[in-house]
């Protein structure tokens, strides 16, 4: 069982920055970010395999947001550049054994609680 502790949202001004951070209780091969905004379905936003240092990212947020580790801390950042009001939303840290269920069928085993961003306009 891993359990993930999510800390830095908070609300910013468009085209601020925030970082998020996830530390996890124990090592897993793959974790990422994923949000959900109201009304909208929840989305992978960034994922990273330890392994490899191998980083993903949704379209939406390629060239604004990067993701990355301190392997030592078991810990996953998750720096947002240029924020924009449709980044409002709910960010879920996850964790998963396999890449595959983490980023590509979006399933990952292991889920923290959540940190509120907010853009305003």
Known sequence: QVQLVESGGGSVQA???LRLSCAASGYTHSMGW???APGKEREGVAAIFA???A????DSVKGRFTISQDK???TVYLQMNSLKPEDTAMYYCAADPSLYSLW???APGYWGQGT???VSS
């Open 34 to 36: 994923f949000r959900r």
């Open 72 to 74: 030592a801390k078991n």
């Open 15 to 17: 085209g601020g920055s």
């Open 51 to 53: 392994g490899t240092g």
């Open 55 to 58: 980083t993903y990212y949704a």
């Open 104 to 106: 590509i069928r979006g």
């Open 116 to 118: 509120q961003v907010t």
